[in-house]
């Protein structure tokens, strides 16, 4: 009886092997891209207008600042690197802990290698021991961060802006306090509406010594001058305090229109004039030992 053959079928003409249609190319429509900022775009004036007040506390008048600030987009950002910098760059980086090859003695093998039933041991100072050295300690290192002058001014510029609305003008002061007293300092305060238990910052341009020596006592107040002017203090303070000379300091130094390259350089000369000088007496005292 003859039986049917087998159908024979390709290995080759698969459906798998067979070429399957290609699917059309999906159009990517990407957003139209935005055209770059200019320079007048990215940084622009906060102009503000801040209440003067007189040492009895009455307004008298009215100031007006118009700094430079970031856009919204980067201010936060630019703010952050400033005071990132700035907090690094105060680390003094002279931590060091000693190893076990530093660590004094361990010399001597504490005792045999066998026949003690206790765990090899070639030296007291392992790390494993009271006394022995440390394992990945600190070293001495350098910890300063680079920033540019003008991203910098720009942060503090910035941080100035976003807080004059805290911010009053005083009358210069300096005459009224013919002696230190700290009683009288708080006296004022409380005149132009602050509380000494919350922090203030004050910002004058000079500072004589009897209202230093009046708010040194103060733990929640800053008594700083261009010189000492700093990002971490103006975020941390609840109230600015600013005079009539350091009004036009900022109005000056970051203005929209103001360029303080030349005080820089003057502030950057006059420290190192100090240097030298502090160095020069170094040198004297040695020469004299």
């Known amino acids: 009886m003859a039986t049917a053959s087998p159908s024979s079928i390709s290995f080759f003409s698969s459906s798998i092997f067979l070429s399957k249609p290609s699917p059309s190319p999906k159009t990517i429509q990407f957003p139209p891209r935005r055209p770059p900022l200019t320079a007048a775009a990215k940084i622009h004036a906060e102009l503000a207008t801040v209440p003067i007040l007189s040492f009895d506390g009455d307004q008298v008048g009215s100031a007006t600042l118009n700094l430079k600030s970031a856009p919204p987009e980067t201010a936060r950002a630019v703010v952050h690197r400033g005071i990132t910098t700035d907090l690094t760059n105060r680390r003094r980086g002279t931590a060091s802990t000693l190893t076990r090859a530093e660590v004094r003695g361990g ?43 003008k991203e910098k001014r720009l942060a503090i510029s910035t941080a100035i802006a976003s807080a004059l609305g ?81 009004v036009d300091f900022l ?29 020069e007496v170094e040198g004297d005292t040695d020469s004299s030992e």
């Not at 000494?196 to 209202?211: A, C, G, I, Q, Y």
């Open 107 to 149: 010399g001597a093998k504490p005792y045999p290698q066998k026949k003690t039933g206790r765990a090899r041991r070639g030296s007291q100072r392992t790390p494993l021991r009271p006394g022995g050295g440390v394992i990945f300690g600190p070293k001495p290192k350098d910890w300063s961060i680079k920033i540019n002058r």
């Open 251 to 279: 109005n000056e130094r970051y203005g929209l229109d103001g360029d303080g390259d030349e005080d820089e350089d003057e502030f950057e000369e006059e420290d190192d004039a100090e240097q030298g000088a502090d160095a």
């Open 166 to 246: 805290n911010a009053i003008v005083v009358e210069d002061f300096e005459e009224k306090f013919e002696k230190p007293k700290t009683k009288e300092f708080i006296a004022l305060m409380k005149r132009l509406g602050l509380d000494p238990k919350r922090k203030s910052m004050f910002l004058m341009t000079e500072v004589s010594d009897n209202v230093r020596l009046s708010s040194r006592n103060l733990g929640t107040l800053k008594m700083l001058t261009p010189r000492t002017l700093n990002l971490f203090d103006i975020l941390d303070a609840e109230s600015l305090v600013l005079s009539k000379g350091a």
